[in-house]
């Protein structure tokens, strides 16, 4: 229950994704106009903004000019009702489901923006910062420091990195690598290295497909794969940490 609760909470929020990620790199507010089409302005009617079902009724299209609507929009609510759902199937306590729900929150919209745009705002990476504190701080106060010091470490991090190859990665992805940090607490280890591998192989396959020279030389942006990253950690970041842990350390 617990879950298919999480999963309609879900796919609600992801609608509301598909306007942050749209309005917010534009500079326009996520709360006021309510939703309208891009094409001729009308807006989108209560029934037709039900999450997924409504795209699929419409068969994809506007229903005052028949613009076609972009499967993005489903897909994303799709996909978030089902990582909202999974972290509750996850996590054990309360803490554990509202962090990692949280951080799926901010990751959709980073991911899409990086895409898009090639920013992550800092309006998205502010409010991760100020929701995982809140949520950390109340609801598991004790794991609160060594969140504080994974956000730290891993901004640091990719600080470093950022100043070796500025080409490589800019300020958003060292934000948000912090943010990460207080959501994940020592999980966000593997979530980097897991971000910065992903990010090693398409650059590999983007080398291979069009040269060495014009490759090095295409634009790839690092936020979607500490997206990843950090939704792979959701699910088995503290499980690879404890093996890690277990195994080489002693």
Same mark, same amino acid.
């Given at each position: =229950?617990?879950?298919?609760?999480?999963?309609?909470? #879900?796919?609600?929020?992801?609608?509301?994704?598909?306007?942050?990620?749209?309005?917010?790199?534009? *500079?326009?507010?996520?709360?006021?106009?309510?939703?309208?089409?891009?094409?001729?302005?009308?807006?989108?009617?209560?029934?037709?903004?039900?999450?997924?079902?409504?795209?699929?009724?419409?068969?994809?299209?506007?229903?005052?000019?028949?613009?076609?609507?972009?499967?993005?929009?489903?897909?994303?609510?799709?996909?978030?009702?089902?990582?909202?759902? #999974?972290?509750?199937?996850?996590?054990?306590?309360?803490?554990?489901?509202?962090?990692?729900?949280?951080?799926?929150?901010?990751?959709?919209?980073?991911?899409?923006?990086?895409?898009? *745009?090639?920013?992550?705002?800092?309006?998205?990476?502010?409010?991760?910062?100020?929701?995982?504190?809140?949520?950390?701080?109340?609801?598991?106060?004790?794991?609160?420091?060594?969140?504080?010091?994974?956000?730290?470490?891993?901004? #640091?991090?990719?600080?470093?990195?950022?100043?070796?190859?500025?080409?490589? =990665?800019? =300020?958003?992805?060292?934000?948000?690598?912090?943010? =990460?940090?207080?959501?994940?607490?020592?999980?966000?280890?593997?979530?980097?290295?897991?971000?910065?591998?992903?990010?090693?192989?398409?650059?590999?396959?983007?080398?291979?497909?069009?040269?060495?020279?014009?490759?090095?030389?295409?634009?790839?942006?690092?936020?979607?794969?500490?997206?990843?990253? #950090?939704?792979?950690?959701?699910?088995?970041?503290?499980?690879?940490?404890?093996?890690?842990?277990?195994?080489?350390?002693?």
């Amino acid at each position: =229950m617990q879950a298919a609760l999480a999963g309609v909470f #879900g796919a609600v929020f992801g609608s509301f994704l598909n306007v942050v990620a749209h309005r917010l790199p534009r *500079h326009e507010s996520v709360v006021k106009p309510r939703s309208r089409c891009p094409a001729c302005g009308a807006q989108i009617r209560p029934y037709d903004n039900v999450p997924v079902l409504s795209w699929l009724l419409l068969r994809g299209h506007c229903r005052d000019c028949g613009t076609r609507i972009s499967p993005r929009y489903p897909l994303v609510e799709a996909a978030t009702a089902l990582l909202c759902a #999974g972290a509750v199937l996850s996590h054990g306590t309360a803490a554990g489901i509202a962090l990692s729900v949280a951080l799926i929150l901010v990751l959709v919209p980073a991911a899409l923006i990086d895409l898009e *745009h090639r920013i992550i705002p800092n309006r998205l990476t502010g409010a991760g910062a100020l929701l995982a504190l809140a949520l950390g701080s109340a609801l598991d106060p004790a794991g609160e420091p060594t969140r504080l010091i994974a956000g730290a470490a891993a901004g #640091g991090f990719l600080l470093l990195a950022a100043l070796a190859y500025p080409g490589g =990665m800019g =300020m958003g992805d060292v934000k948000l690598a912090g943010v =990460m940090g207080l959501f994940l607490g020592t999980a966000v280890a593997p979530a980097l290295l897991i971000a910065l591998l992903a990010g090693v192989l398409v650059g590999a396959a983007i080398i291979a497909r069009k040269g060495a020279h014009a490759g090095r030389k295409t634009a790839v942006p690092f936020g979607p794969f500490l997206a990843l990253g #950090g939704i792979i950690a959701v699910f088995a970041g503290q499980p690879i940490v404890s093996w890690y842990a277990n195994h080489f350390i002693h």
